[in-house]
């Protein structure tokens, strides 16, 4: 299995950004996804998730309102809109993945894997 996360660059606070997150190399609908994100200097974060189904999703209070994450199983790739971005939204931002039968915290970073290359988010203020 192989994730590639793509769509990041500068933008100016308030602006928009969605990255995406390519899958490959097995049955996407088997996994849980999710986005973390690792700003200079500090540890890598969970952002948000996503069931197998697409139907459930969550997010770490900071980004609630302005990310939205969404799946296309058709084309096998998860993407993340961002909105109302704040510089501290700067952050190498990774997509990772977990069986759909995991029931660890969505938070625990250890229960991902596959992780992609990360794609850089820099928020000018």
């Known amino acids: 299995v192989q994730l590639q996360a793509s769509g990041g660059g500068l933008v100016q606070a308030g602006g928009s950004l969605r990255l995406s997150c390519a899958f490959s190399?097995?049955?996407?609908?088997?996994?849980?996804m999710g986005w973390f994100r690792q700003a200079p200097g500090k540890e890598r974060e969970y952002v948000a998730a996503?069931?197998?189904?697409?139907?459930?999703?969550y997010y770490t209070d900071s980004v609630k309102g302005r990310f939205t994450i969404s799946r296309d199983n058709t084309k096998s790739t998860m993407y993340l809109q961002m909105n109302s971005l704040k510089s501290e939204d700067t952050a190498v931002y990774y997509c990772?993945?977990?069986?759909?039968?995991?029931?660890?915290?969505?938070?625990?970073?250890?229960?991902?894997?596959?992780w992609g290359q990360g794609t850089l988010v820099t928020v000018s203020s």
């Open positions: 990772a993945l977990r069986p759909y039968y995991y029931s660890y915290a969505l938070s625990r970073e250890r229960s991902f894997g596959s």
């Open positions: 190399g097995g049955s996407f609908t088997s996994y849980t």
């Open positions: 996503i069931s197998a189904s697409g139907q459930s999703t």
